[in-house]
């Protein structure tokens, strides 16, 4: 059926930058985009943004743009977001997920990482 | 951008009543690409409804979805003690994907 498997949870000071991983099974991984969604404490889902392993093609939402790069390793089948210039606000829970049809980058999202925890704190 | 609007905001109810939760677009989803999902504390967030009516896979006939256009509903038929969390809608038809704030469905 498929599933995303995130990396351990980071804490990180506002100005320096991190990298979250998601390593995908279970599907032909190089077919299905890869969607970020973030979730800060008590509130509620916010889309960063999606990449295809295909070719690469990536879109960001807009008020992430020039934060954050989406990348991925087709020979790992691995997922990387970064964010860069941490700031407090982007305390939050972070989770790949995959739309339900390949070839979709915007779509109902069927599988979904654990999330990873990020603290940003001085 | 779509905005996505759900209501209430908590919805307080007995195992065995119906929710009935709404999502309201600020502008026409495109195509009725419209989904739910369901989170509870400390979880990823779990399809239940795409396309404004189809049941995701392994999901209970209690869970239903309507709507079209701007206003989109969910309704969870007799409660079950595991229904009782947050409760979210998405948009996917137009970038950038939008999510509702959510509704969260509390034992009353």
């Known amino acids: 059926q498929g599933q995303l498997v995130q990396s351990g949870p980071e804490v990180q000071k506002p100005g320096a930058s991190l990298k979250v991983s998601c390593k995908a099974s279970?599907?032909?991984?190089?077919?299905?985009?890869i969607n970020w969604v973030r979730q800060a404490p008590g509130q509620g889902l916010e889309w960063v943004g999606w990449?295809?392993?295909?070719?690469?093609?990536?879109n960001y939402a807009p008020k992430f743009q020039g934060r954050v790069t989406l990348t991925t390793d087709t020979s790992t089948s691995t997922a990387y977001m970064e964010l860069k210039r941490l700031k407090s606000d982007d305390t939050a829970v972070y989770y790949c997920?995959?739309?339900?049809?390949?070839?979709?980058?915007?779509?109902?999202?069927?599988?979904w990482g654990q999330g990873t925890m990020v603290s940003v704190s001085s | 951008e779509i905005v996505l609007t759900q209501s209430p905001g908590t919805l307080s109810l007995s195992p065995g009543e119906s929710a009935t939760l709404s999502c309201r677009a600020t502008?026409?989803?495109?195509?009725?690409?419209l989904a739910w999902y369901q989170q509870k504390p400390g979880r990823a967030p779990r399809l239940l409804i795409f396309?404004?009516?189809r049941r995701a896979t392994g999901i209970p006939d209690r869970f239903s979805g309507s709507g079209s256009g701007t206003g989109f509903t969910l309704t969870i038929s007799r409660l079950e003690p595991e229904d009782f969390a947050m409760y979210y809608c998405?948009?996917?038809?137009?970038?950038?994907?939008?999510f509702g704030q959510g509704t969260n469905v509390e034992i009353k």
């Open positions: 396309g404004a009516s």
């Open positions: 502008q026409t989803v495109t195509n009725t690409y």
């Open positions: 990449i295809t392993p295909y070719n690469g093609n990536r």
């Open positions: 279970g599907f032909t991984f190089r077919n299905y985009y």
């Open positions: 997920a995959r739309p339900m049809n390949y070839g979709e980058p915007s779509d109902a999202f069927d599988i």
């Open positions: 998405q948009q996917y038809g137009d970038l950038p994907g939008a």
